[in-house]
């Protein structure tokens, strides 16, 4: 990028925010001893049905508030992106209101002065709307969270509010976005310097910092020397997370079927008896339902079909397992789960393959059936890989809750959620991950929990004794509300 470029570009984003600042102080200084906050802002620039940390907080802090015995509530306010349907745990809580925004337009210009100067004039915009939100039609609060990325505008405006209104900040960092940036362009481009600088700068100075790692919450200590409260808050999963018995399976599967082109979908079609689904079959009506013989292994896989995350490191290892299994090993249903840029680049290679114990399905699920998928399967397979090296998959996270062992890409702090040998397997390419299906799924159908996947899943159930309300209570609630 030329240096003029950059220019205009850092001109427009200074313009934008002085404008933000400018209406802010107007009527934020107006309005910031109106009222003592008492209410708390959850806001996270994403989509509010997929955002679940987010949703975890605003749900913990809303059954917090809910057994105040004040006269006036307090409220949780989660503002967030318009998108799915946010789930009704969160929408019908009588402590939570939920305030939603425009979703940002895409940016398609491939002339890249005209892509920078588009994507200014889109923070820009959505700089102005939340603005308007905090600082105009939502009283005063006591506190607002923040997820850390998406940095800009998210951190600036944040800081913002702090200062005029008066509201003590806490930053959830899940991630850098510096870092994710970098992923597609040059560590030296100037754009990432100066998305870095703005990410430590606007980030140093908060009331409460929430790292997902002791790797990440040490890195911001030391590195860029943040100021406030510093608490790693490891992701759990809820309670509704868990494995499932034999007869909620069937009755979760049944509702599934395999479209032709090769999707995991819902059916509305009554299926007779003998009622078949992929794993499981109910000879009657009043019979109990049972696995179905020689039943396949059910992998499941969650992405965000994007670079940080080598799909193709998967079919290579499921081409090798096809040709090197013998008559003990199972044949293998391979479900993906997820949305994202590169899904019709990857099912275009999945539907070239051609694979003889494996199938392939992708899925997009509701929420509350996403859970059930896991607790449905046999092990999960996990591809991420960190853009900073300092996150952690919340995949693995839902698995464990579910216990369901993991295979998982190696990387640093991995070792902070998946213990090699105890609840997952740790590979570094495709043949080893090979390897470890076919070890895994060596005489799948005689195996019992004292073989390898059955030790574990047993090592998952360390992980499920705290789940998310209690860690939040713990780490955050008695600490900071």
């Known amino acids: 990028m030329s240096v003029q470029t950059f220019v205009i570009v850092l001109s427009t984003l200074v313009i934008g925010v002085s404008v933000g600042v400018l209406i802010g102080l107007i009527w934020g200084s107006f309005l910031r001893h109106s009222a003592t906050g008492r209410d708390v802002v959850v806001l996270v620039l994403g989509d509010v049905g997929h ?6 907080h605003a749900l913990s802090l809303a059954d917090r508030f809910k057994r105040d015995p004040s006269e006036r509530p307090r409220l949780v ?6 998108g799915s349907s946010p789930p009704p745990i969160l929408s019908t809580h009588p402590n939570i209101s939920i305030h939603l925004l425009s979703n940002p337009k895409r940016i398609t210009a491939k002339n890249p002065l005209i892509f920078l100067v588009s994507a200014a004039s889109r923070v820009f ?17 006591d506190a607002l969270i923040i997820q850390n990325p998406p940095a800009i505008p998210t951190l600036a405006i944040a800081q913002f509010v702090r200062f005029v209104r008066g509201s003590r900040l806490i930053i959830d960092w899940h991630n850098f976005g510096f870092s994710i940036m970098a992923m597609n362009k040059s560590k030296t481009s100037p754009i990432i310097k100066f998305a870095k600088w703005y990410e430590r700068i606007f980030g140093r100075y908060a009331e409460g910092h929430l790292c997902v790692t002791n790797a990440m919450s040490e890195f911001i200590q030391k590195e860029w020397a943040v100021r406030g409260d510093c608490v790693t808050l490891y992701d759990r999963a809820p309670r509704h997370f868990k494995k499932l018995e034999l007869s909620e399976m069937h009755e ?10 090769g999707k995991l979908d819902y059916t509305t079609t009554s299926k ?8 499981t079959c109910q000879m009657t009506a009043t019979s109990k339902p049972s696995f179905a013989s020689k039943r396949p292994a059910l992998l499941v896989s969650s992405t965000s079909w994007t670079p940080d995350e080598d799909f193709s490191l998967l079919l290579s290892a499921l081409e090798l397992y096809d040709s090197k299994s013998h008559a ?19 099912e275009a290679k999945m539907a070239a393959l051609k694979l003889k ?19 449905s399967a046999d092990l999960g397979v996990c591809l991420h890989t960190s853009s900073s090296g300092l996150d952690l998959p919340m995949k693995v996270v839902d698995m464990f809750g579910c216990g369901l062992p993991v295979c998982a890409v190696a990387y640093p702090c991995l070792n902070e959620l998946v213990q090699h040998g105890v609840n997952g397997l740790v590979f570094s390419n495709s043949n080893e991950l090979s390897e470890q299906l076919l070890r895994l799924f060596d005489g799948f159908s005689r195996q019992d929990d004292e073989f390898e996947l059955g030790q574990l899943r047993a090592g998952t159930a360390a992980f499920q004794q705290e789940r998310w309300p209690e860690n939040w209570e713990k780490n955050v609630g008695r600490r900071f509300f």
């Open 51 to 56: 955002s679940p940390r987010m949703g975890y």
């Open 77 to 82: 306010r989660l503002v967030a992106y318009k």
């Open 125 to 141: 915009t959505q700089l102005l709307e939340i603005m308007w939100l905090l600082l105009v039609l939502l009283p005063r609060a």
């Open 252 to 261: 979760f599967l049944s509702t599934l079927g395999v479209t032709s082109t």
């Open 272 to 279: 007779p008896f003998p009622q078949n689904t992929l794993l």
């Open 328 to 346: 003990g090993h199972p044949s293998l249903v391979v479900v993906v789960t997820g949305k994202g840029p590169q899904k019709a680049f990857y």
């Open 357 to 375: 114990k494996v199938q392939i399905l992708t899925a997009w699920l509701g929420i509350e059936d996403y859970p059930k998928l896991l607790g």
